[in-house]
């Protein structure tokens, strides 16, 4: 009998009804599952969602789920080791995928947790976020970072996706998660930041007098812009190096987003990339091509919409189809915050 199992069965009901009474429980015998011994024991379970099984189902919820909840006509990317109702993909990322349609909008709110859209179908779509205007277009990340307003509509044809990314378990575990909506006569935007903003993407930065600070001063990362940049890097690049560049605040270099991070990956057509396992689980979003993923030995077929997640410390190794040019992915973990905690680790386990 393992020496755990052996103390706590010699612990007499009279002695545990104690415990419980005076709000006690024995650390010895919950000592295993908080800090598992030599690595890390987590619920998260590989998995892999194909857009083309998502989309028919979206459709059939743009037809009985009313205008009045399109805020919140999502499918939620369930991690199969929480069970089909788990909120959330990874240990720290929640993720749907959302569907609007034409005309319809979505009232002003705001929350606590941080969120990004990566847009996966259609045109006319738009985000605004804290007054500024973000048009939409495939492959774009729109930020809608914590405690700012924002809304979305759709002023162009046919069915409308994103990938919605948010940082809610994190507040979800330290009770800090939730939303308010915007009142007549709220203060919703804030002009001047919006225009800081734009001054900011062509170089120009209004005087010190008139700066107003401004934790998130780029809100939209247009794809065909990070395409070029990849492909740009990848000319440069020396052989065998990965092709990846991280989304930032262009102010300071830190990543966009305080507990998210984002990565867009370049992978040569039948090239492999087995990069070291890292400490943070992830979710990868395709927005190009095609190719397959093994994560610790579970492989995935995937194509151009599809996500599909890794645990932390997963085994990785990522090839591109070969039939087509480069494929493109879009990796989201939790980085930033692992390195907030002093933990973020590449390395292999035994």
Known sequence: MHETTALSAALSATYRNQLASAGLTPLWEHLSGA???GRPAGLTRANHWRY?????LLLQAGEQVPVE????????????GRGPTA???TGGIYAGIQLILPGETAPTHRHSPSAARVVIEGNGGFTVVNGQRCEMERGDVILTPSGQWHDHGHHGT????WLDVLDLPVFTAVEASYAEAAT???NVGDALASLQSRLLRDGLAVPAALRRPNPYPMLRFPWQRTRAALLDLARH???????????VN????????????????????GRTLSPVPRSPGAVFHVIEGDGETTVDGKSFSWSAGDTFTAPAFADLAHRAGIHSGPSFLLRIDDEPLHRKLGFFQERKFA
């Open 250 to 269: 262009p102010e300071t270099g830190d990543s966009c987003l305080p507990i998210m991070g984002f990565t867009a990956m370049q992978l040569p057509a």
């Open 35 to 37: 800090l598992p011994h």
């Open 87 to 89: 909120m959330q993909a």
């Open 52 to 56: 083309r099984d998502i989309r028919p």
């Open 237 to 247: 690049a020396p052989a065998g190096a990965p092709i990846e560049v991280a989304y």
């Open 69 to 80: 909840k399109a805020e919140r006509r999502v499918l939620v990317l369930s991690d199969p």
């Open 158 to 161: 046919g069915p409308f996706t």
């Open 184 to 186: 007549p006569g709220c």
